[in-house]
């Protein structure tokens, strides 16, 4: 792999908003008040300065705008990927309204505490509990539905993650466990289908459907990255099945990565993020360190510090194919690829001329 710390990085960084211009207090800019699910909207709980009380805000990270405020009992909330919905957890009641029309579409309540929760897509949530993962469709008048058991392996960890592939058939929930000297990452993975789960050494993972430039069709691919040693880590691009008929055989493509020593001895991976219409996989770090992979090969093409704060969530930036992330310093932040400079580097820095060739004709569709 390549290493890009110099002065003319292949990436841009810019600050799109910062929170505590909009009143968000820096102290509860945090993972558990802060969450986005995609790059329309951030969801915000947070204390109004005024009189206390506990207020969610939308904001729309693009426009700059807000787009929703209002007061709330909840502990947690959740905004749709792509609709002005927004999901409300208060203990083990959840409630889910469009807040355009203020109209109520669904709420539900489950009998064990939820851990970990999130839109999977448009229409279903998922609830983690100490013991099963539950989905709950939004649209459909019935109560969640238990779709797998949580693994005995993942008893201690934290859980941080819960991801699906396009068609719910793949499920990913990762945790993380403090150990003496590193943050373990462990993640269950699970096939609805054939109801197997194996649990993989994974911080972060991501599904997409993908499709290689020799294959006729697209393949649903897991991309998961660890750190595995004191400064090593791996990225893994793996096909899973079902097999297409016609394309080549599943492949499982994986490259190194290095991290740093000194303030950043604990860092480690802590989301993924696919371009398919470049090819490319995004890997960020918890202490603001960007990897970019080729999805062909799993090969780390470059590596940069994008932020001195954490970078707490993050997704694809739909209109650049870059990343948009929010850090625990309260900026809104997105990173755009310099696209003739990361050609430039991939070829003649990286050496890699196979994936310049691959990334240039990508990139100028």
Wanted: hydrophobic share 35%; with cysteine.
């Amino acid at each position: 792999m390549t290493n890009n710390n110099n002065n003319t990085p292949p990436v841009s960084i810019h600050e799109l908003i910062q929170l505590s211009n909009i009143g968000i207090p820096p102290d509860q800019v945090t993972w558990n008040r802060v969450t986005m699910t995609s790059d329309r909207w951030i969801a915000i709980r947070h204390c109004n300065k005024e009189d206390s009380s506990s207020m969610v805000t939308v904001l729309n990270p693009k426009e700059g705008s807000i787009s929703y405020v209002g007061q709330t009992t909840a502990d947690s909330v959740q905004i749709n990927p792509t609709e002005p919905i927004i999901a409300l957890k208060a203990g083990i009641r959840f409630e889910v309204f469009n807040f355009n029309t203020k109209q109520l579409i669904s709420k539900t309540k489950l009998h064990d505490p939820v851990v970990y929760w999130t839109w999977l897509n448009t229409e279903v949530i998922a609830m983690v509990t100490e013991t099963l993962v539950y989905h709950w469709p939004i649209w459909e008048d019935c109560a969640p539905e238990k779709v797998f058991l949580r693994h005995h392996r993942l008893e201690f960890t934290e859980i941080i993650s819960y991801k699906a592939d396009p068609s719910l058939k793949w499920l990913a929930m990762t945790g993380l466990m403090p150990e003496e000297e590193k943050i373990s990452g462990l993640t269950q993975l699970y096939y609805v289908d054939e109801d197997i789960t194996q649990c993989i050494t994974a911080h972060a993972v991501c599904f997409t459907n993908y499709q290689y430039n020799d294959n006729p069709l697209p393949s649903t691919v897991l991309c998961a990255a660890t750190r595995d040693a004191v400064d090593i880590g791996k990225i893994h691009v793996i096909e899973l099945g079902p097999y297409k008929q016609g394309n080549f055989a599943p492949r499982n493509n994986y490259d190194h990565v290095q991290f740093y020593d000194g303030a950043d001895t604990y860092d480690f991976p802590v989301s993924l993020h696919v371009s398919e219409k470049y090819g490319l996989l995004f890997t960020i770090t918890k202490y603001g360190y960007l990897y970019l992979s080729d999805m062909e090969t799993a090969a780390c093409l470059c590596c940069n510090k994008i932020s001195n704060f954490i970078m707490f969530t993050s997704t694809l930036n739909t209109d650049t194919q870059g990343i948009m992330g929010v850090t625990r310093g309260g900026q809104v932040m997105t990173i755009k690829i310099k696209k003739e400079g990361l050609v430039s580097h991939v070829r003649d820095k990286a050496k890699r001329t196979n994936q310049a060739d691959r990334l240039e004709k990508a990139i100028s569709c």
